[in-house]
């Protein structure tokens, strides 16, 4: 190995195949050779860009560039290359790639290159649609004005392992584009909607007829839009791109059909001396249907206090109608401080993505809630969710000092007069570790009597009946909660993969694996289920695949910690799934564990018989 370590500033492209396990599972010998003809052409482009291909591990490829202009230039010939291919397949064999692309500094040994510069590079690929690219705003900066298409700003983005937040950029691909470079093309191609709620606000339309009220104007606009970026779930064009719509007469539905997003929101503002009145509408792009509307008259005792209610209500509507459900309401009514708000929406983004690290950040962030809002339950009740998966998933070095700080921190929640329901869910989550059945299933019922609206409710007595030797119950309880979240979190549908897998609905499972690793990449659990269907569906190089992947997020893995974090009733479901993961690839194992039961303390004993919500 050579001690010469050389730094240089490069464009770096990393591209990765979307769905890959998906499509090794239907038809493994195709996909390999699928993935080789994509990879040679990739290669190709790459030489001719004066690229140099870095590595190829898996369905993923690293290049550099010494020019950021030929960076991008290639990303657009990769995807109008795959694109082209693509099209004599049928739809279920088409394999798309994202692409992220940024220019930065890097470390390069022995051929191979290091730093934050590829990190960035990777989670920009990761926020790209499947045949999208997503660019920094570093490389953008460098290629404005000198390519042929549009290019959307995504804003500021918060990126896994990169401590500052990245400001990214969507190109979008398709004919051609008038005018110069990244301006808005004149007729630019249809473009596939994110799969998340995706979202345009148009510039709010001054009725007052006097320019001097266009600060108000533009105020409002300008907030609702930073408030809506900031719900985890919501993709929202940015301000730059929707900007170039001030003064147009562009419809809704023409709207989202260029930005390919599935909703605009568009609004009107009069301002008349001391009142104003505004009108805000939500229009579902394809059909054009109006999804919701809604109008404020206020009196203008205080320009900014009112601006700020109205946001604060257009904001909320859309939060519950598009993303968060009622769980939205509940919380935007009861949490006052916005920056608690923003803080509790971080935190449930991080924690939603199941894995050991992003869990501690959440925590972190839920405790610096609680000390905002100290007389609010819900920092301390997402705080106990925290405790609660760092136990279910094997994370705590100590199951018991966790089970008491959640315990705590449920209780705490219960104390500060929880609106949420969540605290009861909590204590039942934890009968459920304990081995107590009887004692989770009651609280579930209990929560779920009480609060029939709550997605909760159902997703988490689902996970209770899985373990109980129920999943047939389970499965129209999981689907419940997915359909009552617009944006569920991956717990439901992973409840849900549970269910079918348990039941012996083994390609549901499959399916449903795939749809929830859409969701949370990072997630074992899931994972874990695939790998087990796909053995028992006689695909076992698939799931090999599948357990090399798990071995990628955690080198550590133990198949035996896992079942002992395991709390089922009856052995049986356990001892068929580790048997399968064997199968697949897993050498620990054995007679299934038996985990440690964990007794409740006279105090905590004495709260969870008698929990409300």
């Known amino acids: 190995m050579s001690d010469a370590i050389e730094r240089r500033l490069a464009a770096i492209l990393s591209a990765d195949a979307v769905g890959y396990s ?18 040679r052409r990739i290669e190709r482009l790459i030489e001719t860009f004066r690229g140099r291909l870095v590595d190829a591990p898996g369905d993923n490829l690293l290049a550099e560039f010494p020019s950021a202009l030929g960076s991008a230039r290639c990303a657009i010939e990769i995807q109008r290359a795959i694109a082209q291919e693509n099209e004599a397949l049928e739809a279920e064999r088409r394999m798309l790639f994202r692409i992220g692309i940024h220019v930065g500094d890097v470390i390069v040994e022995d051929g191979r290159i290091y730093g934050d510069g ?10 790209a649609e499947p045949g999208g690219i997503c660019v920094s705003d570093v490389l953008y900066q460098q290629v404005r004005g000198k390519l042929d298409l549009p290019v959307f700003d995504l ?10 937040r990245v400001r990214a950029h969507k190109i979008v691909l398709g004919a051609g584009a008038a005018g110069a470079g990244f301006a808005r093309a004149a007729a630019p191609a249809e473009t596939t909607p994110v799969a ?3 979202l345009a606000v148009l510039p709010f339309v001054n009725m007052s007829g006097d320019r001097a009220e266009a600060y108000f104007v533009d105020g409002v606009f300008e907030d609702v839009m930073t408030e809506l970026a900031r719900i985890p779930g919501l993709f929202v064009v940015g301000w ?8 147009n007469t562009t419809s809704p539905r023409e709207v989202a059909r260029e930005l390919g997003v ?20 939500l229009v579902e792009g394809a059909s054009g249907r109006l999804i919701w509307a809604e109008r404020y008259d206020r009196e203008l005792d205080d320009v900014f206090a009112v601006q700020d209610e109205i946001v604060t209500e ?13 769980d939205a309401w509940t919380a935007r009514k009861h949490l006052r401080n916005p920056q608690a708000i923003g803080l509790l929406y971080r935190g449930m983004d991080l924690m939603n993505r199941m894995n050991r690290e992003d869990m501690r950040q959440a925590r972190a962030l839920f405790e610096e809630v609680i000390r905002i809002e100290p007389d609010s339950p819900f920092g301390y009740i997402d705080a106990a969710w925290s405790h609660y998966f760092d136990v279910e998933r094997g994370w705590s070095e100590d199951p018991e000092a966790s089970l008491a700080c959640m315990a705590e921190r449920a209780n705490s929640g219960l104390g500060k007069g929880d609106v949420s329901g969540y605290a009861t869910l909590m204590l039942g989550q934890m009968h459920l570790i304990r081995r107590e059945h009887d004692e989770a299933l009651v609280l579930s019922e209990r929560a779920l009597a009480e609060r029939p609206s709550c997605q909760g409710a159902y997703g988490l007595k689902a996970n209770i009946l899985n373990y109980c030797g129920r999943p047939e119950e389970a499965i129209p309880l999981a689907k419940q909660a997915i359909r009552l979240t617009p944006v569920a979190p991956p717990f439901y549908p992973e409840v849900l993969t549970a269910a079918c897998y348990l039941s012996g609905s083994l390609e549901e499972a499959i399916e449903s694996a795939h749809a929830t690793l859409a969701l949370a990449p990072d997630n074992v659990n899931v994972r874990l289920i695939l790998a087990a269907a796909l053995v028992e569906t006689g695909r076992k190089e698939a799931a090999q695949a599948v357990v090399r992947d798990i071995l990628t997020f955690e080198p550590h893995f133990s198949l035996a910690r896992f079942a002992a974090t395991q709390p089922y009733r009856d052995s049986e479901p356990l001892d068929r799934m580790l048997a399968s993961l064997r199968s697949a690839g897993f050498a620990d194992g054995g007679t299934t564990p038996r985990a440690a039961v964990f007794p409740l303390s006279p105090s905590r004993q004495r709260v969870a018989s008698r929990p409300r919500l």
Not at 22 to 39: C, F, K, S
Not at 157 to 163: V, W
Not at 314 to 326: E, M, N, Y
């Open 262 to 281: 599935r909703y605009v929101l568009e609004g009107t503002v009069r301002k008349e001396e001391r009142r104003a009145r505004i009108t805000a509408r």
């Open 155 to 164: 804003g500021e983005q918060a990126l896994k392992n990169i401590e500052a």
């Open 22 to 39: 998906r499509l090794m599972g239907r038809d493994d010998e195709a996909t390999v050779r699928a993935l080789g003809a994509h990879r």
């Open 118 to 127: 590829v990190n960035i590079a990777a989670r920009l690929e990761g926020l």
């Open 314 to 326: 257009v904001v909320t509507a859309l939060d519950v109608r598009l993303v968060g459900g009622g």
């Open 240 to 247: 730059g791109a929707m900007n170039t719509y001030r003064e």
């Open 196 to 198: 998340r709620p995706s």
